[in-house]
């Protein structure tokens, strides 16, 4: 079996702060994807990525960057933190497959603004 | 694009009630349909899918039919835990390959 790790687990930021979250996964999946989760409005997709160095931006991309240098890391940026924000982050994989696409979720991280 | 909608937000049931959360999705062909379910403090985790009309997916007593006629791929559990208390989400595999959309999800409370 394999894991996907998300750091930090808890990250408070300050309005118009940088932020950056990390994702390492150890399945060797070629397709990584980042969702944001907000209370009553499910997972939105922010980027995701077939492959290294590829970036695909999803409905919800606007305000973050993402990094994909190597198969097993993703990375996304929030460019500047919104006063108030609360969220959870959460990355996760999934095998190169036509019509499988089963997604293998990291634990999340938490992100508050103030 | 595509989407999907899950009419239920909250479901409050007591143990062995039966259970369905109401799934409809809005997509070109044959999109693959999954359900996953996410636990306090977890990220979701994969519980069955579906790719084929007249298909049925289960696992741990849940289970689902891909219906294309009525565009819907409904949770059902014939008796429930309160173990099985969590939120599941409905997620349809979009026709970019790539892209998987979920629902808004359905908080389950189960009472003893």
């Known amino acids: 079996g394999g894991i996907i790790t998300q750091t930090p687990k808890f990250l408070i930021g300050q309005e118009g702060q940088k932020l950056t979250l990390k994702c390492q996964q150890n399945f060797n999946h070629d397709t990584m994807y980042w969702y944001r989760q907000d209370s009553g409005k499910g997972l939105r997709l922010i980027y995701y990525s077939i492959t290294e160095n590829d970036l695909q931006k999803g409905d919800l991309s606007e305000g973050y960057d993402a990094s994909r240098e190597k198969k097993s890391s993703f990375s996304l940026t929030v460019t500047s933190a919104q006063k108030n924000e609360m969220a959870v982050f959460l990355c996760?994989?999934?095998?190169?497959?036509?019509?499988?696409?089963?997604?293998?979720f990291g634990a999340g991280t938490r992100l508050s603004v103030l | 694009g595509d989407s999907v909608t899950q009419t239920e937000g909250q479901v409050a049931l007591s143990e062995e009630d039966f259970l369905t959360i109401h799934c409809n999705y809005s997509a070109s062909g044959y999109p693959a349909l999954f359900w996953y379910v996410q636990y306090p403090g977890e990220g979701p985790q994969f519980l069955f899918r579906a790719s084929r009309d007249k298909e049925k997916g289960s696992s741990r007593g849940f289970e689902a039919t891909y219906d294309k006629g009525t565009t819907s791929f409904h949770l059902r559990k014939a008796s429930v835990q309160e173990s099985d208390s969590a939120v599941y989400y409905c997620?349809?595999?979009?026709?970019?390959?790539?892209?998987?959309?979920f629902g808004k999800g359905t908080h389950l409370h189960v009472l003893p």
């Open positions: 997620a349809c595999h979009d026709t970019n390959a790539y892209k998987v959309i």
């Open positions: 996760a994989s999934s095998i190169d497959r036509a019509g499988q696409n089963t997604l293998y």
